[in-house]
């Protein structure tokens, strides 16, 4: 039976909407052509035209028949597949879809991500709302429930009563096959079974899924219509979809087919323009306009836009003669502007240079400028209909009328402005950095604003703009960083013909791909920043161009290239003379001492220590860490603890983010080796700090911490899926030396197993790695040392080993450290044997 679309009564207002019969008919055609088959609405049409208010129109005119829910992606939560697939399974589970295999597969990604954690009604994602999770908690009456495919399906078949449920449960090739997968092949398993129930549940009864906001998953598009992958896990679920509609919203046509071809036999493009001329004529009647002739004359000069519409509302309301005397979308602004006192045009016309403003914003620009600043001024512009309302007292201007209100500032009033702008978002970030009052933005907006102004007042130069970026990371971590890159780039793409943009352009340049690649190695992602940076022989005489190169030969450190980034390091070091030695003396220090020469790299530490001033926290705090580094690497613990404390004061006072997060990172690896249940806890806190973060490098590194501590609780197989998630995420770092480090100790693992073979293998290959990066000879010793007491020594351990002995140079003698490692051997190895 084929299905009807819900009609029901609207108001005029909800006309202007709704009224798109092209759209309509067209969502009627597919809406009843639902089958088997893969379909996609694309909605398309410009900022503002109404996409967001249509989509809620056909989600009502959709008949019972058919199961609903929506995906907005404005909320930045739904942008991660996650997030966005619980929110779609609770949505569609309300209204009765069974969504058993997914949620066994949902609930093992969890636990993946989670391995610390019991799964449990309190921890557990939809425990209460999935009854086959809730049943199977419930069978186990208390008892540890960790959360594998194969130990959740044999649960199931204990706990689930349906016969026919079961057997699909106990049956499905997908669920038997979770626990061999890596964490992104779960990822797309957990979207494929989402899939599968849905296209079991539109046997019985079809769903529309609506999607709003594309364009704010993928703000732009790279050249052919590619997208950096960020909208990647959207594509592989909508692509499996079948037996459902799904309608999309975007400003441009979805350019998918430039992935596969396939998309566009799936795709189906309905742009919307303006509104058509009865829904125009009813908004404007709807809003006193009532004589015929000016509702013509205003609606034909709209051309369909609401907010040219609106604006001619706002002129009537002022002015009814002149709202009518206007033939154009310009005209109407034109109109309207008008009937406006000239200083609060002139006002206007300034605050269009901001992209928000505020009260504070407004009295300043109108002091600038000799303007009304006084409170009737500022309720009256923001009480028109084009000021959009923010939280806490902000707006901003719709961009068709920020569009019409510069088109009639001089090159230099502008540059006024965005100065005076630059001011006040740099006295509004003093103010936050204190503590001193609510300012009602996002902690990473002021300085982000400050630059931008900065670039477009032109009186900004590349070292400021580090100082800013390097700010703004201590108060509110990266996302205030890449968005000043993604100014910078803007304003680079069209530069102005001046002589400050023809004298700083390379400069600035410079700064931002700096800015680019040190944000870049914070997520770990060493090729990229390696790939940024193909030629580190330039001058390093600029805080900007050393800070660039050190962050190319950090990659390379990453990257196993030890050599070579030594060289570059100990060049700035030589070199530079500015702000950024400090940052080169720490470099020098952190590759010797890897290297093994520990005693060289704390006497350069100190060296370095002595140089910062007292006001430089953050670098001061990042010695400290590296000597309690150096300290747990030579397994002197209670030494590493007192400087961790020491190093997290340091970042306490300046409230660095980074800092503070990677001081979670380290407590954890030092707790797996003295409080190994307290470690487990702290590296749970660590994974949601440096998730937030997305330092993919510091999450490999927090694994292994967990791993190793579970290891040491006897928690086997917690320990497994620890490991495995620490190698995805050094791997995806590029993070060879910290993925040889993690297989170390899995070897350990594989020992209690009773592995010994692959113990043994495991071993070879990290002491290869050490030797092949040039890094931590004490750990090749180390794992000598174990293979040694467990019957495992070969000849190439023994020859490591020797070759390791001449590189060291430990604080004290190499006895101690011998005894030292003798005692955390014997932690890791006589723990599972006794």
Same mark, same amino acid.
């Given at each position: 039976?084929?299905?009807?679309?819900?009609?029901?009564?609207?108001?005029?207002?909800?006309?202007?909407?709704?009224?798109?019969?092209?759209?309509? *008919?067209?969502?009627? $055609?597919? @809406?009843?052509? &639902?089958? =088997?088959?893969?379909?996609? /609405?694309? +909605?398309? #049409?410009?900022?503002?035209?109404?996409?967001?208010?249509?989509?809620?129109?056909?989600?009502?005119?959709?008949?019972?028949?058919?199961?609903?829910?929506?995906?907005?992606?404005?909320?930045?939560?739904?942008?991660?597949?996650?997030?966005?697939?619980?929110?779609?399974?609770?949505?569609?589970?309300?209204?009765?879809?069974?969504?058993?295999?997914?949620?066994?597969?949902?609930?093992?990604?969890?636990?993946?991500?989670?391995?610390?954690?019991?799964?449990?009604?309190?921890?557990?994602?939809? *425990?209460?709302?999935? $009854?086959? @999770?809730?049943? &199977?908690? =419930?069978?186990?009456?208390? /008892?540890? +429930?960790? #959360?594998?495919?194969?130990?959740?399906?044999?649960?199931?078949?204990?706990?689930?009563?349906?016969?026919?449920?079961?057997?699909?449960?106990?049956?499905?090739?997908?669920?038997?096959?979770?626990?061999?997968?890596?964490?992104?092949?779960?990822?797309?398993?957990?979207?494929?079974?989402?899939?599968?129930?849905?296209?079991?549940?539109?046997?019985?009864?079809?769903?529309?899924?609506?999607?709003?906001?594309?364009?704010?998953?993928?703000?732009?598009?790279?050249?052919?219509?590619?997208?950096?992958?960020?909208?990647?896990?959207?594509?592989?679920?909508?692509?499996?979809?079948?037996?459902? /509609?799904? +309608?999309?919203?975007?400003?441009?046509?979805?350019?998918?087919?430039?992935?596969?071809?396939?998309?566009?036999?799936?795709?189906?493009?309905?742009?919307?323009?303006?509104?058509?001329?009865?829904?125009?004529?009813?908004?404007?009647?709807?809003?006193?306009?009532?004589?015929?002739?000016?509702?013509?004359?205003?609606?034909?000069?709209?051309?369909?836009?609401?907010?040219?519409?609106?604006?001619?509302?706002?002129?009537?309301?002022?002015?009814?003669?002149?709202?009518?005397?206007?033939?154009?979308?310009?005209?109407?602004?034109?109109?309207?502007?008008?009937?406006?006192?000239?200083?609060?045009?002139?006002?206007?016309?300034?605050?269009?240079?901001?992209?928000?403003?505020?009260?504070?914003?407004?009295?300043?620009?109108?002091?600038?400028?000799?303007?009304?600043?006084?409170?009737?001024?500022?309720?009256?512009?923001?009480?028109?209909?084009?000021?959009?309302?923010?939280?806490?007292?902000?707006?901003?201007?719709?961009?068709?009328?920020?569009?019409?209100?510069?088109?009639?500032?001089?090159?230099?009033?502008?540059?006024?402005?965005?100065?005076?702008?630059?001011?006040?978002?740099?006295?509004?970030?003093?103010?936050?950095?204190?503590?001193?009052?609510?300012?009602?933005?996002?902690?990473?907006?002021?300085?982000?604003?400050?630059?931008?102004?900065?670039?477009?007042?032109?009186?900004?130069?590349?070292?400021?703009?580090?100082?800013?970026?390097?700010?703004?990371?201590?108060?509110?971590?990266?996302?205030?960083?890449?968005?000043?890159?993604?100014?910078?780039?803007?304003?680079?793409?069209?530069?102005?013909?001046?002589?400050?943009?023809?004298?700083?352009?390379?400069?600035?340049?410079?700064?931002?791909?700096?800015?680019?690649?040190?944000?870049?190695?914070?997520?770990?992602?060493?090729?990229?920043?390696?790939?940024?940076?193909?030629?580190?022989?330039?001058?390093?005489?600029?805080?900007?161009?050393?800070?660039?190169?050190?962050?190319?030969?950090?990659?390379?450190?990453?990257?196993?290239?030890?050599?070579?980034?030594?060289?570059?390091?100990?060049?700035?070091?030589?070199?530079?003379?500015?702000?950024?030695?400090?940052?080169?003396?720490?470099?020098?220090?952190?590759?010797?001492?890897?290297?093994?020469?520990?005693?060289?790299?704390?006497?350069?530490?100190?060296?370095?220590?002595?140089?910062?001033?007292?006001?430089?926290?953050?670098?001061?705090?990042?010695?400290?860490?590296?000597?309690?580094?150096?300290?747990?690497?030579?397994?002197?613990?209670?030494?590493?603890?007192?400087?961790?404390?020491?190093?997290?004061?340091?970042?306490?006072?300046?409230?660095?983010?980074?800092?503070?997060?990677?001081?979670?990172?380290?407590?954890?690896?030092?707790?797996?080796?003295?409080?190994?249940?307290?470690?487990?806890?702290?590296?749970?806190?660590?994974?949601?700090?440096?998730?937030?973060?997305?330092?993919?490098?510091?999450?490999?590194?927090?694994?292994?911490?967990?791993?190793?501590?579970?290891?040491?609780?006897?928690?086997?197989?917690?320990?497994?899926?620890?490991?495995?998630?620490?190698?995805?995420?050094?791997?995806?770092?590029?993070?060879?030396?910290?993925?040889?480090?993690?297989?170390?100790?899995?070897?350990?693992?594989?020992?209690?197993?009773?592995?010994?073979?692959?113990?043994?293998?495991?071993?070879?290959?990290?002491?290869?790695?050490?030797?092949?990066?040039?890094?931590?000879?004490?750990?090749?010793?180390?794992?000598?040392?174990?293979?040694?007491?467990?019957?495992?020594?070969?000849?190439?351990?023994?020859?490591?080993?020797?070759?390791?002995?001449?590189?060291?140079?430990?604080?004290?003698?190499?006895?101690?450290?011998?005894?030292?490692?003798?005692?955390?051997?014997?932690?890791?190895?006589?723990?599972?044997?006794?």
């Amino acid at each position: 039976m084929p299905i009807r679309p819900r009609y029901r009564r609207v108001s005029a207002l909800q006309r202007q909407f709704f009224n798109r019969e092209e759209l309509l *008919a067209t969502y009627d $055609e597919e @809406l009843a052509g &639902i089958s =088997d088959r893969l379909r996609i /609405l694309n +909605v398309v #049409g410009v900022g503002g035209i109404g996409k967001s208010r249509l989509l809620q129109e056909l989600r009502n005119r959709t008949p019972d028949t058919c199961r609903t829910a929506r995906l907005d992606l404005q909320l930045p939560t739904l942008r991660q597949q996650e997030d966005a697939l619980a929110v779609l399974r609770m949505e569609f589970g309300s209204q009765g879809v069974k969504f058993d295999r997914f949620d066994i597969a949902y609930a093992v990604l969890w636990q993946r991500v989670h391995p610390q954690l019991q799964m449990d009604r309190k921890n557990t994602p939809f *425990a209460e709302d999935s $009854e086959v @999770l809730s049943k &199977i908690l =419930d069978d186990a009456m208390g /008892l540890p +429930v960790f #959360g594998t495919a194969a130990g959740l399906v044999r649960l199931t078949g204990r706990a689930m009563a349906n016969r026919q449920r079961r057997q699909r449960i106990e049956a499905d090739p997908t669920l038997q096959e979770l626990d061999s997968l890596s964490n992104a092949e779960l990822g797309h398993a957990v979207s494929y079974l989402f899939a599968e129930e849905m296209r079991q549940s539109a046997e019985e009864r079809p769903y529309v899924l609506f999607v709003d906001a594309y364009e704010a998953m993928v703000p732009t598009p790279l050249p052919g219509g590619r997208s950096y992958g960020s909208d990647a896990w959207l594509r592989d679920l909508l692509g499996q979809l079948h037996g459902g /509609l799904t +309608v999309l919203a975007s400003r441009e046509p979805l350019p998918w087919a430039a992935y596969d071809k396939e998309w566009e036999t799936v795709i189906r493009k309905s742009r919307i323009d303006g509104l058509p001329m009865p829904a125009r004529l009813d908004l404007l009647a709807q809003a006193g306009i009532t004589e015929l002739p000016k509702q013509r004359t205003i609606a034909e000069a709209s051309a369909g836009v609401p907010f040219y519409l609106h604006l001619a509302v706002d002129t009537h309301a002022q002015s009814p003669a002149r709202a009518a005397d206007a033939g154009t979308a310009e005209e109407i602004v034109q109109r309207f502007l008008q009937h406006v006192a000239p200083d609060e045009v002139r006002i206007l016309e300034l605050l269009s240079v901001a992209r928000t403003f505020d009260l504070g914003m407004f009295r300043a620009i109108g002091r600038s400028f000799d303007l009304p600043a006084n409170l009737l001024t500022w309720e009256s512009l923001t009480a028109y209909s084009f000021a959009y309302p923010l939280p806490q007292g902000w707006f901003r201007l719709h961009q068709l009328m920020v569009t019409a209100l510069q088109h009639h500032l001089s090159p230099s009033v502008k540059r006024h402005v965005h100065a005076v702008v630059r001011q006040y978002w740099e006295a509004l970030a003093d103010r936050m950095e204190t503590g001193s009052g609510d300012s009602g933005v996002a902690r990473s907006s002021p300085l982000r604003e400050a630059v931008y102004h900065g670039l477009h007042a032109e009186d900004i130069s590349p070292e400021q703009i580090q100082k800013h970026a390097d700010r703004a990371v201590m108060m509110s971590g990266r996302q205030a960083r890449d968005g000043m890159i993604k100014d910078i780039r803007d304003f680079l793409a069209s530069p102005p013909a001046t002589p400050y943009a023809l004298d700083a352009l390379p400069g600035i340049r410079d700064a931002a791909d700096c800015l680019a690649a040190e944000s870049k190695l914070e997520l770990g992602d060493a090729s990229a920043v390696i790939t940024m940076t193909p030629a580190l022989d330039m001058p390093v005489r600029s805080v900007v161009s050393a800070r660039l190169a050190l962050a190319g030969a950090n990659a390379r450190r990453i990257a196993g290239e030890s050599s070579h980034a030594a060289s570059i390091f100990e060049r700035v070091w030589a070199e530079h003379t500015g702000e950024a030695r400090a940052s080169a003396g720490l470099c020098v220090a952190d590759i010797r001492m890897w290297q093994g020469d520990f005693a060289g790299a704390f006497a350069l530490a100190e060296e370095v220590y002595g140089i910062c001033a007292s006001h430089e926290r953050v670098s001061r705090g990042d010695l400290k860490r590296l000597m309690h580094l150096g300290h747990r690497f030579l397994m002197d613990f209670t030494k590493a603890a007192d400087l961790l404390a020491e190093a997290e004061e340091e970042y306490q006072a300046v409230g660095a983010v980074v800092g503070l997060a990677n001081i979670r990172t380290n407590r954890a690896e030092l707790l797996a080796f003295t409080d190994p249940a307290s470690a487990v806890a702290e590296a749970g806190a660590a994974l949601d700090v440096q998730r937030d973060l997305g330092a993919q490098h510091e999450l490999g590194k927090v694994y292994t911490a967990m791993a190793v501590a579970q290891l040491r609780l006897g928690q086997l197989d917690r320990a497994e899926v620890s490991f495995r998630n620490a190698n995805a995420a050094l791997d995806q770092a590029g993070y060879r030396s910290g993925r040889a480090r993690a297989d170390m100790f899995r070897a350990f693992l594989l020992l209690r197993r009773g592995e010994r073979q692959a113990t043994q293998r495991l071993l070879h290959h990290a002491a290869r790695e050490f030797e092949a990066c040039q890094v931590y000879p004490s750990l090749v010793l180390a794992i000598h040392g174990a293979a040694e007491r467990t019957g495992l020594v070969t000849p190439e351990l023994v020859a490591a080993a020797d070759r390791a002995r001449p590189l060291l140079r430990p604080l004290g003698t190499l006895d101690d450290l011998n005894r030292r490692t003798d005692e955390v051997l014997s932690m890791m190895l006589d723990e599972g044997t006794s």
